[in-house]
């Protein structure tokens, strides 16, 4: 998908316009900026809906957390599916879900409905990351996965950044309701794009060239009809189980700002929904360079040293211990400006985390990358069952909008520790070698030196079809 060792920002841009490889990766850019765009835009809504549908902060928090629940439990499920049954399917049947889900938020009527309509919002967004990451493992040569995965969560956070003000003025035109209903409807246009361009075999796909074709990773993907090959559990869950665990820590971090920034600036200092939407412009822009930041950092180590393991590593830590540190003025200062700047700050640190973490699973095993990103991200749903939840209820009873932020302040530094403990520093740390299309990141049966070499008793084929 990306020619040589280095590219300027235009030679990116315009091999994502002028390429096949380059269109399918756009197209699932964009796909993560509408999921973001459908899973935040209720954040913003939150005063409206909570005045019109009369919910406490408490109340608000049980819906936000609602869509967290099938979220977690479909990660590991979906990824799974993913890998059988290709991602071209897996996220046609959740983009209709999502998207009806987002277009059913204009119709409820309180409470239940709200929470009945998150949780369906939750089962189709719950395969999407999985499904997109296997399929870009496919799609996008090794040297540039954190690159990709920088890019594509770039692309969320510029949902994060750009929902606030676009969710405003569409509900300033069409209502709280109005404004669920126009961006369901939207979804469901991506959804339609992905069915008629994407193809789980680039091979398959009649714009690809050969020497594109060339480029591209060797992964095994069957043939329809083909047997195909069982997940090998018990190595992906153990290899995965660090990254889960600091990718939780990540995202309690992360879920403070998705879903209780816009009612922070509006109840801790008074803002207008106006302002609210300008202030959260900014922090999430922060996370949008931060996103595209961390990605080309990790890519930069890995070519610099050669040592992929301390190349995510390495980036990993020092996001957590920078977004742990401008978290701190969160609670002592009580200057809208400073506290602007700070809450950006440690966005951008926050978000270099990204493009490394999600990099891991397509490196460690790419023919099963949808299931092992669906591992690592559970850890990533069940903070956000937990936090959002915790964040309302702690404000609910302290009144305090600054006591929230303690706890994302330990975990990133609890992050940071388990980064530096336990994800592997050498691509030597276990038995196996390594390659560009599928490095061994330390763990054991995970590495495969050509196709074809079993992996925990599995063959790799070639993902080209050939």
């Known amino acids: 998908m990306f020619h040589g060792k280095t590219m300027t920002p235009t030679a990116y841009i315009r091999h994502t316009l002028t390429t096949a490889p380059g269109r399918i990766f756009g197209l699932v850019c964009v796909m993560y900026f509408i999921t973001y765009v459908d899973r935040v835009n209720i954040s913003t809504l939150a005063p409206l809906m909570a005045r019109d549908l009369h919910l406490s902060n408490v109340q608000l928090g049980l819906a936000l957390s609602a869509f967290g629940y099938p979220y977690a439990l479909l990660q590991i499920a979906g990824g799974s599916l993913a890998d059988s049954l290709g991602p071209r399917r897996t996220l046609v049947i959740s983009g209709l879900i ?78 709280w309701r109005g404004a669920f209903m126009a961006l369901g409807c939207v979804s469901l246009g991506w959804t339609l794009a992905w069915a008629f361009m994407f193809r789980d075999r680039p091979a398959s796909h009649p714009g690809v060239t050969a020497a594109e074709l060339a480029e591209l990773p060797v992964i095994d993907t069957p043939r329809t009809g083909a047997a195909r090959p069982s997940i090998p559990w018990r190595a992906l869950i153990r290899a995965m189980m660090p990254a889960t665990l600091i990718y939780f820590c990540y995202n309690w971090t992360l879920w403070l700002y998705i879903t209780w920034l816009p009612s922070f600036f509006v109840q801790a200092y008074g803002l207008n ?39 995510r590593r390495q980036v990993i830590i020092a996001s957590m211990i920078g977004s742990m540190l401008c978290l701190l003025p969160a609670l002592f200062v009580h200057n809208l400006t400073a506290i602007g700047i700070a809450l950006s700050a440690a966005f951008f640190f926050l978000e270099l985390t990204v493009g490394p973490i999600w990099a891991i699973p397509m490196d460690m095993a790419p023919q099963y990358a949808g299931t092992s990103s669906g591992i690592m991200n559970t850890g990533s749903a069940i903070a956000g069952i937990l936090s959002p939840f915790a964040f309302g209820l702690i404000i609910d009873l302290s009144h305090s909008y600054s006591l929230p932020f303690y706890g994302p302040v330990v975990l990133l530094i609890v992050g940071a520790a388990l980064a530096f403990h336990y994800l592997p520093s050498r691509p030597d740390a276990a038995p196996g070698s390594s390659t560009p299309d599928a490095p061994n990141l330390g763990t054991p049966n995970l590495g495969t030196p050509n196709p074809g070499t079993p992996l925990s008793g599995h063959k790799l084929g070639n993902a080209h079809g050939h």
């Open 98 to 175: 999502w998207g009806v889900a987002t277009i059913l938020t204009g119709l409820v009527g309180g409470l239940l409905s709200l929470i009945a309509i998150r949780v369906l919002l939750g089962i189709g967004e719950g395969a999407t990351f999985p499904a997109a990451t296997r399929a870009v493992a496919a799609w996008v040569p090794s040297t540039r996965r954190g690159y990709a995965q920088g890019m594509m969560h770039s692309s969320s956070r510029l949902a994060n950044a750009l929902t606030p003000p676009l969710t405003v003025m569409i509900a300033l035109w069409l209502g």
């Open 273 to 311: 929904l106006k302002h609210t939407a300008i202030f959260s412009f900014g922090v999430f822009t922060a996370g949008v360079v931060g996103d595209t930041c961390g990605g080309l950092f990790t890519d930069y180590l890995y070519r610099r040293h050669g040592n992929l393991p301390q190349a």
